[in-house]
């Protein structure tokens, strides 16, 4: 077929390979268009930003520690996406991982095994919505919105009556170095937790691109009936998938309660909603099948962003809205640039 | 009903063509269907029967000729139009809701309404009676869930009746019926013949035809044979001799002894279709199911390869059967299912991440997959299938059928299987891309590993298969060597119900 090579080359026209370049890159245009409207509007009057610049060094750094929580999800959180499923208890997972967390640290357990702990939570309530949604076979809305119940649940219990959060107080005091992990600059002026998240994307990747799960994920997505007929086995494929997120959500967790230095069960409320958007900005199919893990990550960054910045720009209460409208345009030139047409 | 004069045609179709890239899938056809008539239409698949039947309730356009209804003419574009021009259709899929009543699935788009507010009429009553008419023992108030799939039917039969059709198409209606059933439902057939409907009966089982038709028209290769009333047809022979006349040319070439080598081996193989299937299959052999649709070739395709439930010995290089796809492929069994876009490629991926996708090991170290190692192969298979594609990043979605064909058949063959098991491996294939198709499976053979066509084309295992079984209602009732000297018309009588043959 080497003369089809030739000739199609030449008759691709500019529209097409324009149109080919707008779905690929898409996403990082809308990156830098929402970074230059941030970047240009006045911000001088607002105290949040002491350098009146959206690019400056500390609001970056303050963009970035506070959007560790989403960025270590999105990956994950799109894998599952792709193979068509979904986990709306993934804020609770994080609450409830925040308060774990937050309660073996102040009770005197080191970083690494609480940290470590934790995790293993996280395989645990991944499990338990793998073992819903397959064994169970509850359709996965259901199932993940029975568990974002049951979780969000037992973190209220874990929490003292009359007290909001695990914190320092009534004899029990929380160490100092609890928000290094959250906080304190390792490197580039960036703290672990993003670092992590960072990891986690990589890794993530990794799995989309080189790894029969990533693979697996796709193509139980796409075609659930030609994948089983492929000797894939697409439950064990879904399971894993869920435990994984479990696992990001649990890191999320993590971050979110050193950053705020306590352990809150509402902390990860409102965060399958933004987990939902990041990764369809990205481009996911909601029916499952296409998406990048990269394309999430940066969907997370343009939606922390426009949240952050608009913090600056418009009261408060705009906030929803603005982040909704700016949302909106995008999926829908998202929509028109990825339409499938020949 | 429609009070119409006794001349009128019911049904009259003149010069109907219908032009596909390539190919003329109906050629300039006419006859017409006289009214409060059961009127059969037969021929071999690819006779052209389906498209007319598309053109009828408007999901076709005719590339010429013309069509009319009680004298008027008649040009549909889509299902509602048929049905306002008084064709109900019943498909093969059914198109009830189960979660309402019988009553309401009648009922269903012709509510009476005013400002959007439902309001009482007379509909209800008059869809009961029919129904009653046709099937009394169908409670109208009983949800449609607690149906049998034969009972669905009538209700779909009676909406068509009740929402004024004088013309009722049936496209294979008995296939998944129970003989019981079958009767029932050729009551309700004829008692919808004496109340005015004429009914247009597509049926490959020529028994059915003989009891329950008036007339029959036979089609063959896109052109009309013969319309006639089944009276003055001479029994089975004739109408399987208009059915294939002397068309099907057939290329086998024998390959050369086969030694007496099984590799398969399947001993009384039951399933809720199948009763008692066994063959054996050789190394190097290519084997042909043949039988129509719903005969069973499907499901003992879907038993060996583990994807169904099955009960008996099926022993595959000294293996027992595998209990799921991947067992299968991992014994050396791959299937390329019979519905290619749902069953067998990943439209949404690429042709390169489509190949590996049955055997993703063989591409991959200490777990991490090696993508450049993807791309050569897939380029690799392009060449060898002959994939037609500027590059292998092409969407699968956006090939030829034969060339998506192509692409399962290359899954099959990454994943190193010994058994090959094609269901209908070219429907869909344009002709060129089938030839290529049966040449990839003879050097697949030629290599000494074993080929299962199951096929509802005739001409297809008459060309490509060294031996054929015959399937006729889950059974296997003959198995042919084939060769120059196959009776054909044997063939097809067995595989039409027509008794037991000698092997």
Redesign the interface.
């Known amino acids: 077929?080497t003369h089809?090579?030739a000739?199609?080359?030449v008759e691709r026209g500019f529209g097409q390979r324009l149109k080919t370049f707008l779905k690929d890159y898409y996403i990082y245009l809308v990156l830098i268009a929402v970074v230059v409207v941030l970047s240009t509007a006045n911000l001088d009057k607002f105290p949040l930003f002491e350098r009146g610049n959206f690019l400056s060094e500390r609001n970056i750094i303050n963009i970035l520690r506070i959007s560790a929580p989403i960025l270590t999800l999105a990956g994950a959180f799109t894998l599952l996406m792709i193979s068509g499923y979904i986990d709306l208890s993934v804020g609770s997972a994080m609450s409830l991982s925040a308060v774990v967390y937050a309660m073996l640290v102040i009770n005197g357990v080191p970083f690494v095994p609480a940290f470590a702990a934790t995790v293993v939570v996280g395989v645990i309530l991944g499990a338990i919505n793998g073992f819903l949604v397959i064994r169970l076979k509850i359709t996965p809305v259901i199932a993940t919105l029975i568990t974002l119940s049951l979780y969000k649940g037992i973190a209220l219990l874990l929490v003292e009556d009359g007290v909001s959060a695990i914190k320092s107080g009534g004899g029990l005091k929380m160490p100092g170095w609890f928000n290094d992990y959250g906080r304190d600059g390792v490197l580039l002026g960036l703290p672990w937790a993003f670092w992590v998240a960072v990891l986690v994307t990589l890794a993530m990747i990794?799995v989309q691109?080189?790894?029969?799960l990533?693979?697996?994920a796709?193509?139980t997505g796409?075609?659930p009936?030609?994948?089983?007929?492929?000797?894939?086995?697409t439950k064990r494929t879904v399971i894993t998938l869920y435990i994984l997120v479990g696992i990001c959500a649990a890191l999320a967790g993590i971050a979110r309660s050193s950053f705020m230095s306590l352990g809150d069960p509402l902390s990860g409320d409102g965060m399958e909603l933004t987990a939902i958007l990041v990764v369809l900005l990205g481009g996911t199919?909601f029916s499952g099948?296409?998406g990048r893990v990269l394309k999430s990550f940066i969907g997370a960054l343009i939606i922390m962003s426009l949240t952050v910045g608009m913090l600056t720009l418009v009261p408060a209460y705009f906030q929803t809205l603005v982040v909704g409208a700016a949302l909106l345009l995008a999926a829908a030139s998202n929509h028109l640039v990825s339409r499938k047409d020949? | 009903m429609v009070q119409t004069a006794l001349a009128e045609k019911a049904l009259s179709i003149k010069d109907l063509t219908k032009d596909y890239p390539g190919v003329r899938a109906v050629d300039t056809v006419s006859f017409d269907i006289e009214p409060n008539t059961v009127h059969c239409l037969v021929g071999e698949n690819g006779a052209g029967k389906s498209t007319i039947v598309k053109m009828l309730t408007g999901a076709l356009e005719p590339t010429s000729g013309t069509m009319a209804v009680l004298g008027k003419p008649y040009q549909p574009n889509s299902t509602q139009d048929a049905r306002n021009g008084g064709i109900g259709t019943l498909f093969q899929e059914l198109h009830v809701v189960d979660q309402l009543t019988v009553l309401e699935n009648l009922t269903m788009g012709m509510e009476v309404s005013r400002f959007g507010f439902l309001i009482k009429s007379d509909l209800e009553d008059r869809v009961t009676k029919t129904l009653a008419a046709i099937e009394p023992g169908i409670d109208p108030n009983a949800r449609v869930s607690s149906l049998s799939v034969a009972q669905k039917q009538i209700v779909e039969i009676a909406r068509a009746a009740s929402s004024g059709a004088n013309i009722i198409i049936m496209d294979e209606p008995t296939a998944a019926l129970s003989e019981r059933e079958v009767e029932r439902l050729f009551g309700v057939i004829r008692r919808l013949r004496d109340s005015d409907v004429t009914v247009i009966y597509i049926s490959h089982k020529l028994d059915e035809i003989f009891e329950l038709g008036d007339n029959v028209t036979v089609m063959r290769d896109g052109k009309h044979i013969a319309t006639k009333p089944l009276a003055q047809v001479n029994g089975r022979p004739e109408l399987i001799e208009m059915m294939v006349g002397r068309s099907i040319t057939h290329d086998y070439r024998p390959r050369g002894d086969i030694a007496d080598n099984p590799v398969l081996t399947v001993k009384g193989l039951n399933s809720h279709l199948l009763k008692d299937v066994s063959f054996q299959v050789n190394a190097g052999e290519i084997i042909g199911f043949y039988g129509l649709v719903g005969a069973g070739k499907t499901e003992v395709a879907r038993a060996i390869y583990g994807a169904d439930k099955a009960h008996g010995q099926v022993t595959f290089k000294g293996r027992p059967r595998a209990r799921s796809p991947k067992e299968a492929i991992a014994s050396g069994i791959a299937l390329v299912p019979e519905e290619r876009r749902t069953e067998g490629l990943f439209t949404a991926l690429t042709i390169r991440r489509n190949i590996p996708i049955m055997n993703i090991n063989k591409l991959a170290k200490f777990g991490i997959f090696q993508d450049d190692q993807e791309k050569s192969v897939a380029k690799e298979y392009v060449s060898k299938l002959g994939i037609a594609t500027n590059s292998v990043e092409k969407y699968a979605e956006k090939l030829s059928g034969g060339n998506q064909q192509k692409v399962v058949l290359a899954k099959c063959l990454f994943a190193d299987a010994d058994l090959l098991l094609l269901d209908e491996p070219t429907r869909g294939v344009d002709v060129g891309a089938k030839s290529e198709i049966y040449d990839l499976i003879r050097d697949f053979a030629n290599t000494g590993r074993a080929v299962c066509v199951f096929s509802s084309e005739l001409e297809e295992v008459l060309g490509l298969c060294d031996r054929i079984f015959l399937m006729y209602d889950g059974r296997v009732e003959a198995e042919i060597r084939n060769g120059a000297t196959v009776d054909i018309p044997k063939i097809l009588n067995i595989v039409t119900g027509g008794g037991k043959a000698g092997t």
């Open positions: 077929m089809a090579t000739q199609t080359g990794v691109d080189r790894m029969k990533g693979k697996y796709a193509a796409g075609n009936t030609a994948a089983e007929l492929s000797g894939i086995n199919a099948g296409e020949d």
